[in-house]
DNA sequence: TGTTATTTGTTCGTATGTATT
DNA sequence: GAATACATACGAACAAATAAC
């Protein structure tokens, strides 16, 4: 008699590496086994290692280096921000609901997290975010570096509470699905660099409300943008 | 002479695979060609086809049905848990601050969003919440369903706003990491179960600011359980 | 500089397991 | 049960990239 539905032989296989890089302590960019040694360690083909080594390298979790070997991954969030722009995207234009919820999670996180940073900020990371409205400022009209600065604006504000990159994550979802549906969330450029100048100046009286009003302000604006643009209103 | 630095064929097929979905707008269980198509339309081998579609699986954007065919995957947030879980893990038993931004993003998601439920929660809602903490109570010591219980409040209550799914996510990957070093959460059944009475009874009285208040105590005592077992207090 | 060894990338052929009809 | 269509898995070979000598 043969048993019925084993376990794939792929994910087997898949669960045996990351046990093997937790078991070891392995962190990111320490080298793995060659596909040859696992072959003999796990006793399978180089075919089936291959799949399962590519699955994990969707997930950002082992890195591979072609001619040169396989290496632990840094667990980036890459593979979220891919899912959830296909998971957007894929809920068709008729649905504005599903980039909605992503403005809606942006918009919670920032608007609580900012209380946080209102209470730990320094004056060397003020001065930061300072510069950055500067330059923002500067680029003004050339709508070209601006995304950027917005995103570095952000990304600044976090920094000090490791959760950044999260944080950046989702305002990188967003971006890539508004652009795939050909439009941008600015409003305009001076009401931008304004409402970031606001959020910096309660920051600085350490107006633990008045930051995260600002921010709210800040978060309205796109709301009303992305709700015009879901209605066709180019 | 030859091009330097070719993309990957492997990446090639998944983006291809990938903008055949979103062009044909297919949804989540539509068929996709058999790999034979794939190899033919594509002009690539069949472990190249392969090794795209295993990547694509990993990210649940395709599902693999053993000897029945290829299918558009649900874009479930299965690989956020698994990559979240994977990076917290990975960042090492001396590393708290991993397991305390999790805990952090679900506390700043979930106190924001309770106002918002607040506002529009609907008395057979309200019944269904208040049902699982009966359910909690009789539960009482045997641990066993407990943690379900609690997962299922949660996610009754975010259902209405389309972000349930996410939320349930974070949750899962708190309470694996947590799992995987041999502890659970909850302070202890009684003082849980009066926890989420109290967000009921708030929602009940559409008190706004009360039930915050009460999800940010439950927060509170979540946290300290952490706090104490990342100091090694069994 | 160029040569060589190592490692991953890609392909083909073949056999086997699985689900549907 | 048989036939068919499909995914799963293995092995061998050659191509391409990288590092080190």
């Known amino acids: 008699m043969r048993r019925m539905s084993e376990e794939p032989r792929t994910s087997r296989i898949q669960r045996q590496v990351v046990q093997l890089i937790l078991d070891r302590r392995?962190?990111?960019?320490?080298?793995?086994?060659?596909?040859?040694?696992?072959?003999?360690?796990l006793g399978v083909s180089r075919n089936s290692v291959r799949e399962a080594l590519k699955?994990?390298?969707?997930?950002?979790?082992?890195?591979?280096?072609?001619?040169?070997?396989?290496?632990v991954g840094q667990a980036s969030l890459t593979p979220l921000v891919d899912g959830l722009t296909f998971r957007t995207l894929a809920r068709h234009d008729d649905d504005p609901g599903a980039l909605a919820e992503i403005l809606q999670v942006r918009e919670v996180l920032e608007e609580g997290l900012i209380r946080r940073v209102a209470a730990t900020v320094t004056e060397a990371e003020l001065d930061r975010l300072e510069g950055v409205v500067t330059r923002m400022e500067r680029a003004g009209g050339t709508g070209r570096s601006f995304p950027e600065l917005d995103r570095e604006f952000h990304e600044i504000l976090y920094a000090s509470l490791g959760n950044a990159q999260l944080l950046g994550a989702f305002w990188t979802v967003f971006r890539r699905v508004s652009g795939a549906r050909g439009w941008t969330a600015d409003p305009s450029p001076e009401i931008t660099v304004r409402r970031h100048r606001d959020i910096v100046t309660a920051l600085r009286a350490r107006d633990v409300e008045g930051a995260q009003r600002a921010m709210a302000v800040h978060f309205r604006g796109i709301e009303a943008r992305a709700a015009q643009e879901s209605r066709g209103v180019g």
């Open 55 to 71: 699955a994990l390298q969707a997930l950002d979790i082992v890195e591979i280096r072609h001619g040169y070997g396989t290496y």
């Open 26 to 41: 392995l962190t990111a960019g320490a080298p793995l086994p060659t596909e040859a040694e696992l072959m003999e360690d």
